[in-house]
């Protein structure tokens, strides 16, 4: 777009100096519009999860086949380094910038710097909480109090079917504090506790994403609680494979039979390693998180290079999967999502 408009001073200025009898040599000759290829900027949170590479590798491999160079940055999980390359992106004079960021807010300066440079910023994932909501051009992403309040409904549900009664004790591992994912995920695993007399949410931890953090902190609650823990709510599925390594380590079992001392897990994102271990009845209820930004990123694109203004806020939809049969579908407010059941047909045919 605003390479575009630099070709069109240079058209203006030659058609200019025409009209004044001034001839052009041949170095004066403006570049024929539109010759080279539109730039994309993307700041990438990191490599923290299996669901962040399979973003990653979305958004690559889209680009690769599309007429756009993609200049990609891993920001490390650092707000610094994303900030760096919204600079960088900045200064290399790039068309479009696409950011997924670390954490919400933090981002004005940064985004003004952009809109003053021309540069449309795409925020995709994770949101970003600015003063001026037109310093970004548009944002799609998951609704991510929206999942946690269906894996809460969903263990509610479970509760009642297999008429469990006992007051239940629930720990949380908690995603990058500060992140959309983790404060609409927290807040729905907070409010559920609170509104249950009999349940009790012991404690909240950030495992950061990632599966050695996720185990350190479930090392910690099993020394600390011992037996008293009835619910781990994993808020992605590497934090869940930690804890459940942290579970077998400390002898004891996960599943779904929480009257037998079984610790029942719940986890986000249904990576193919997390409905591996849904199927196995491992976690016992997966509410997806989809990764598979490239397609429509490269879309959104494309219909901008027309001349069309994207949708400013877009929710993708997403799933959930269980391998217990006694529930199809749950209801959050007055909207039923279905829960589906994990089968090997289904893990075959899953993009990630
Ligand atoms: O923002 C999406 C979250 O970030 C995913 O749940 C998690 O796996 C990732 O690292």
């Given at each position: 777009m605003k390479k575009r408009r630099l070709a069109g001073v240079v058209l203006l200025l030659a058609a200019v100096l025409s009209s004044c009898g001034i001839k052009k040599t041949e170095e004066q000759q403006p570049a024929s519009p539109k010759t080279e290829r539109i730039t994309v900027g993307f700041s990438q949170v990191g490599s923290e999860s299996d669901w962040r590479m399979a973003s990653t590798a979305s958004i690559q491999d889209a680009f690769a086949d599309s007429?756009?160079?993609?200049l990609f940055n891993d920001g490390q999980q650092k707000q610094e380094n994303q900030i760096k390359a919204i600079r960088e992106f900045i200064d290399q004079d790039v068309d479009y910038i696409i950011l997924d960021p670390c954490v919400e807010t933090g981002w004005d300066s940064a985004l003004m710097e952009a809109k003053e440079a021309g540069i449309p910023v795409i925020v995709i994932d994770r949101e970003v909480s600015v003063e001026d909501e037109s310093l970004y051009t548009a944002w799609i992403g998951s609704d991510f109090y929206l999942e946690g309040q269906r894996a809460m409904k969903w263990l509610e549900s479970y509760l009642q079917k297999e008429n469990y009664e006992e007051p239940l004790n629930l720990v949380g591992i908690q995603g990058t504090i500060g992140a959309t994912a983790q404060i609409g995920r927290s807040r729905a695993l907070e409010e559920a506790a609170a509104a249950h007399d009999n349940w009790t949410l012991l404690e909240e931890q950030t495992g950061?994403?990632?599966e050695a953090k996720g185990k350190e902190v479930m090392e910690e609650y099993l020394r600390k609680y011992k037996d008293e823990i009835q619910v781990v709510y994993c808020e992605n599925d590497n934090e869940a494979y930690g804890a459940i390594d942290a579970i077998r380590e400390a002898?004891?079992?996960?599943?779904m039979k929480i009257k037998d001392g079984e610790i029942l897990v719940l986890s986000f994102?249904?990576?193919h390693g997390g409905l591996q271990l849904t199927m196995e009845g491992k976690i016992a209820v997966n509410t997806e998180c989809s990764p598979l930004y490239g397609k429509r990123l490269v879309r959104m694109i494309?219909?901008?290079e027309q001349g069309e203004l994207p949708e400013h806020h877009t929710y993708i939809e997403e799933g959930q999967f269980s391998n217990y049969s006694g529930i199809r579908a749950i209801w959050v407010v007055d909207n039923s999502y279905l829960v589906t059941r994990v089968t090997e047909e289904l893990l075959e045919e899953r993009e990630y």
């Open positions: 007429p756009y160079t993609l950061d994403y990632t002898g004891k079992k996960v599943g994102d249904a990576t494309d219909e901008m």
